[in-house]
């Protein structure tokens, strides 16, 4: 077995909580959060932290920190090429009361 198939055998994720960044590809429709982003990187992910049954949420350029099933519209924002003043503001709005989980 290689040692990234051995690794992924071998993880486990109780007790854990999984962040999960936002991707680029999305529905073209509002869906759970944990449907719309639809790149093989997150599907890939979606997958591993739902088989361990681990605790996830996805951080959202937009919405900020989700709850995998929260309903939200697609959108076209990245926080890539964002400068520092946009990331402590995203940073801030993601701990506040406006955190949807």
């Known amino acids: ?16 909580l ?20 639809q790149s093989e990187w997150f599907t890939k992910v979606r997958s591993l932290v739902e088989t361990q049954k681990a605790d996830w949420l996805i951080l959202s350029a937009l919405y900020g920190v989700l709850a995998p099933d929260t309903r939200i519209a697609p959108y ?14 995203w940073a801030e709005m993601s701990g506040d009361s406006r955190l949807r989980v």
């Open 18 to 37: 999984v962040l999960v960044s936002c991707v680029s590809q999305k529905l073209s429709e509002p869906a759970p959060a944990r449907l719309l982003y």
């Open 1 to 16: 077995m290689s040692p990234a198939v051995k690794s992924k055998a071998s993880l486990d994720l109780t007790d854990a």
């Open 76 to 89: 076209e924002k990245t926080l890539n090429s964002a400068g520092v003043v946009e990331r402590r503001a």
